[in-house]
């Protein structure tokens, strides 16, 4: 289990966080949202360390972070930050392999069980086949899952990503969160499309200039009466076929009042309760 207890973090006179809490569940799928500017990778950067946070505490599995050295931080953690576009001439395998660094002495080279490791793990996230390609050639969403099987290759408890749909097609995206959903580790993921969220991840925590806003699932936490005022837009909550909430935006006026240019919903299914997500 990951544990942030009461974390605040100011970059000069802007607080950015506000004792914050946080627990991320053996096996679930955490996922911060909120708006630009909320604190969502801030905090994200403080649960590994990144970031060492003004106030508060992070543990992982009890133990607090500040105690454990690099390398047995990066045993249990990995984090997949957001894909750039890249002019490395490093291979697929090659990226992978870096996620060893944290089981290699110094100047000591990959073995045999270390591509054997990388190999399986490209294979996991369904990139076997882009093994010697070399990563600035690949698409974004071929990047994301190397960068996912590089995370893997440290065989963590923890993985942690940052945006990871960003900048990707809407079937990349879901591709991407299909396969994060589907890992054997405990995620703590970043996103910015709610209806992603809703969809992939098990609870959520609604982040507000700096302040948990909300905790709970995605039925819980996604509701009119929290979005609207959080996000500034006008919404509403429809069920999809397979019994999954998702959102509906319009612009909301300068006065606060509801833009007469609002999205129309005349579904049947339209509602404001809406069923558990299935699996």
Do not use: W
């Not at 957001?82 to 992978?96: F, G, W």
């Not at 990959?110 to 990388?118: L, P, R, S, V």
Request: net charge negative; aromatic share 2%; proline share 4%.
């Amino acid at each position: 289990m990951i544990v942030a207890d009461g974390v605040s973090h100011a970059y000069g006179d802007t607080a950015v966080l506000a004792d914050v809490a946080l627990r991320a569940a053996d096996g679930e799928v955490l996922g911060l949202v909120g708006p630009n500017g909320s604190g969502k990778t801030t905090l994200l950067r403080a649960l590994h360390r990144a970031l060492v946070p003004d106030a508060g505490a992070v543990a992982v599995d009890g133990d607090d972070v500040d105690a454990l050295s690099a390398r047995s931080l990066a045993r249990r953690v990995a984090v997949v930050v957001q894909s750039t576009d890249v002019e490395s001439q490093l291979t697929a395998m090659d990226e992978v392999l870096l996620g060893r660094s944290p089981f290699l002495a110094p100047f000591r080279r990959a073995g045999t069980a270390d591509e054997e490791i990388a190999a399986r793990s490209l294979e996991r996230v369904g990139a076997a086949h882009l093994a010697g390609r070399e990563v600035a050639t690949l698409s974004g969403g071929e990047r994301q899952r190397v960068l996912v099987a590089r995370a893997l290759a440290q065989e963590p408890r923890y993985l942690l990503l940052d945006e990871p749909t960003n900048h990707l097609d809407v079937h990349y995206q879901h591709e991407v969160l299909h396969l994060v959903r589907d890992l054997d580790v405990t995620v703590v993921v970043v996103l910015h499309d709610l209806n992603l969220a809703a969809r992939y991840c098990d609870r959520l925590v609604m982040i507000e200039r700096g302040r948990v806003r909300a905790v709970g699932t995605p039925q819980d936490v996604l509701v009119p009466d929290l979005v609207e005022p959080v996000y500034g837009v006008r919404a509403q909550r429809v069920t999809a076929q397979d019994g999954c909430p998702q959102m509906l935006f319009a612009h909301r006026s300068g006065d606060g009042a509801p833009s007469a240019h609002h999205a129309d919903v005349t579904d049947a299914d339209v509602t404001d309760k809406v069923p558990a997500r299935s699996g």
